[in-house]
């Protein structure tokens, strides 16, 4: 069974770093689609940034783009989305996802909370 474990989060000033890890068992990812999402109090879920475990071009949100980036390391089966020049709207609960074609698997978060 797929499971995705998110770790990393934290307590940070605005304008630290953290880099938050997904880690994935249960599986063969090779040709998984893999993406970060938050969800902050009171708002709903949004997406934050994607890539392939097998390459290929990444995306974000036009709100972490520049600040955020999304990696893997295959040999550890592990996803990190690596987030600088952290801002008070970035606090969230932040979570892994992927799946072959769609969302289909979903960490349990990780809170991340940005001080002014």
């Known amino acids: 069974q797929v499971q995705l ?11 630290g770093s953290l880099r ?8 063969t990812f090779s040709n998984y689609v893999m993406g970060w999402f938050r969800q902050a109090p009171g708002k709903e879920r949004e997406f934050v ?3 392939r475990w097998s390459g290929g071009p990444t ?8 600040r955020f980036t999304i990696s893997r390391d295959n040999a550890k089966n592990t996803v990190y989305l690596q987030m600088n020049s952290l801002k008070p709207e970035d606090t969230a609960v932040y979570y892994c996802a992927g799946g072959p074609a769609a969302y289909n698997y979903w960490g349990q978060g990780t809170q991340v909370t ?3």
Not at 5 to 15: C, F
Not at 20 to 27: H, I, N, T
Not at 59 to 66: L, M, Q, R, T
Request: with cysteine.
């Open 5 to 15: 474990v998110e770790s990393g989060g934290g307590l940070v000033q605005a304008g």
């Open 49 to 51: 940034a994607r890539s």
């Open 114 to 116: 940005v001080s002014s």
């Open 20 to 27: 938050l890890s997904c880690a994935a068992s249960g599986g």
């Open 59 to 66: 995306y974000y949100a036009d709100s972490v783009k520049g």
